[in-house]
């Protein structure tokens, strides 16, 4: 398969600059880009690999400086524009199984749409409703009387028990766990741990999206909630009675303590965690590894107990000085004695 740069101009909404006939059939870096893939410039460290690139057409932004001799789509968003030509190019591939396999294991009363994919294994309980178009792959296990939307994807070894709703596309990645019992606990006297049953549910809203491995805990009693469009990264941990807000973006390791609650826009970088009972504002950004030990306000934060960035960066010049500092100190006590 493969367009030429006029149709890819169109199709992509990009100012085309260069050979409007030259055919582009492969995508690949500005390094090894050869005459026929398409690459891309998204960030300006990266401009000297761009100029002595082979790569038949770049997508850049429009403020860009073009040397000459090459192809350009220009658009504000060269990455977007990429992407669009990759899927062109590299259109995802289906799964060979088609319709139910006939080793899936269905309860009579669930209830299934039009043109859904049951893979080889997969177990769904009684009650379940999973709607039109949404694809599950081998080894899944639906418990009774959960609900998926529409177009969703549920990858291989995902386990959703039972009562947890899930939204309209929604991709769940190879084993996420959804409903996995909250971490409660009570001691009696002896010091023994007696378990507190979690009777709630999990919720995951429209457009959600979450990495593979994470685990997302059944509330005690109500439900822990992942508003629509957030998109959660592997290896997560959310904890009952949470609340993630609309379109977060929340990256690996990190992990969320119970009944913290986060506003939309929300972003967390990898091994961030947050105690329980705090909530974090619209808007908020911490740092990798940050520690959230209160509620934050809009705002960027860094550090563990995580404060504001800009003071975290003036801590830490005065740590990398410290020694400087010591010595100093020392010559002002032997003027001092």
């Known amino acids: 398969m493969s367009y030429t740069l006029q149709e890819l101009s169109v199709i992509c909404d990009a100012q085309l600059v260069g050979n409007s006939n030259l055919r582009i059939s492969g995508v690949n870096t500005l ?28 997508c850049v932004n429009p403020n860009t400086p073009l040397p000459d001799g090459k192809n350009f789509l220009l658009s504000e968003d060269p990455s977007k524009t990429f992407q669009q030509i990759v899927e062109l190019l590299l259109p995802p591939k289906k799964t060979g199984f ?89 001691t009696d006297k002896l010091g023994n741990h007696i378990k507190l049953e979690q009777v709630g549910i999990v919720i995951l809203e429209d457009d ?17 909630i992942v508003r629509k469009g957030s998109k959660i990264d592997n290896l997560v941990q959310i904890a009952h009675n949470v609340e993630i807000g609309e379109n977060n973006i929340i990256a690996a390791q990190t992990g969320i303590a119970g009944s913290a609650k986060t506003g939309k826009y929300v972003m967390l970088g990898g091994q961030v965690g947050i105690v329980g009972h705090v909530e974090l504002d619209d808007q908020v950004m ?37 020694e400087e500092y010591v010595q100093r100190l020392k010559k002002i006590e032997k003027k001092l004695q």
């Open 31 to 58: 390094d090894e880009a050869g005459p026929e893939d398409v690459s891309f410039l998204a960030n300006p460290r990266y401009n000297e690999a761009m100029k002595s690139s082979n790569a038949g057409v770049i």
């Open 98 to 186: 088609e319709g139910i396999h006939p080793t899936a294991v269905i309860h009579p009363t669930a209830e299934i749409g039009e043109n859904v994919t049951i893979g080889p294994l997969v177990v769904i309980d009684r009650n379940v409703k999973i709607g039109p178009n949404t694809v599950i792959d081998p080894h899944v296990s639906v418990g009774f009387e959960v609900t998926i939307g529409s177009d969703c994807h549920i990858h291989a070894n995902c386990t959703i028990r039972e009562k947890c709703i899930l939204g309209n596309r929604v991709i769940l990645q190879p084993g996420v766990v959804v409903g996995s019992c909250g971490f409660g606990y009570i």
């Open 208 to 224: 959600v999206e979450i990495g593979a491995n994470t685990t997302i805990d059944r509330s005690r009693f109500k439900a822990t």
């Open 286 to 322: 911490v740092a990798t590894r940050g520690g959230v030990s209160k509620s934050l306000k809009a705002g960027k934060y860094r550090g563990s107990p995580a404060i504001a960035i800009n003071e975290f960066h003036r801590q830490e010049v005065h740590v990398r000085k410290l």
